[in-house]
């Protein structure tokens, strides 16, 4: 059975930092990609990164580009998400999803999300 | 402002069909593959359909998805209560490099 566990959420001040973790077992994690999306609250989803199997490929939503770093470690069956600078817009529920992918023209393209956390919350306020 | 346009909300009696929209650009929906996501009050979303009109193993026939140009539908037949949730549209946005969602549309069965 899939599972994907995130920890790590909670409350941070503005200009503060958090690094997310999402624990995978039931598959091969080193076989496929993985993305994190938030919700934040009463809202839809958005995604936040995503990464190919070995780290090599990743992305951000340009909402996140430059304070967020995502990663991986195949050893540990282990996503990452380090978020730095943090700010009020940021607050969410963040999960961590199984992530198909390819290569379109060269270019990484995640094709969907098959399996999906239940999420952990973070809450950037003063 | 998604990217992705959906209708709010839908609504249907039990037993009827009901269908959610999602509008995209040339840049998303029409170049790239569509999946949709419903999502139980106080849940995790879930995947119904992914590569436009394709269901995971154990997701009933009643869900059905197709695209058309830079549009894609959900359909839902013998809707149950247990159908109502959130549902959301999503696919690749090669301008963008990002994945973009819809807004949602609440199914209400009434």
């Known amino acids: 059975e899939v599972q994907l566990v995130e920890s790590g959420g909670g409350v941070v001040r503005p200009g503060g930092s958090l690094r997310l973790s999402c624990a995978a077992s039931?598959?091969?994690?080193?076989?496929?990609?993985m993305s994190w999306v938030r919700q934040a609250p009463g809202k839809g989803l958005e995604w936040v990164s995503g990464i190919n199997w070995n780290g090599g490929s990743t992305g951000y939503a340009d909402s996140v580009k430059g304070r967020f770093t995502i990663s991986r470690d195949n050893a540990k069956n282990s996503l990452y998400l380090q978020m730095n600078s943090l700010r009020a817009e940021d607050t969410a529920l963040y999960h961590c999803a199984r992530t198909p992918y390819d290569y379109i023209w060269g270019s990484y393209r995640e094709r969907y999300f098959d399996y999906w956390g239940q999420g952990t919350l973070v809450t950037v306020s003063s | 402002q998604s990217v992705l346009t959906q209708p709010p909300s839908v609504s249907a009696a039990p037993g009827q069909k009901v269908t959610i929209s999602c509008s995209g650009s040339s840049s998303n929906i029409g170049n790239n593959y569509v999946s949709w996501y419903q999502q139980l009050p106080g849940t995790a979303p879930k995947l119904l359909i992914y590569d436009n009109n394709k269901r995971p193993s154990g997701i009933p026939d009643r869900f059905s998805g197709s695209k058309s140009g830079t549009s894609a539908t959900l359909g839902i037949t013998g809707l149950q209560t247990g159908d109502e949730a959130d549902y959301y549209c999503?696919?690749?946005?090669?301008?963008?490099?990002?994945?973009?969602f819809g807004g949602g549309t609440k199914l209400t069965v009434l």
């Open positions: 039931g598959f091969t994690f080193d076989d496929y990609g």
């Open positions: 999503g696919t690749w946005d090669s301008s963008l490099s990002e994945v973009v």
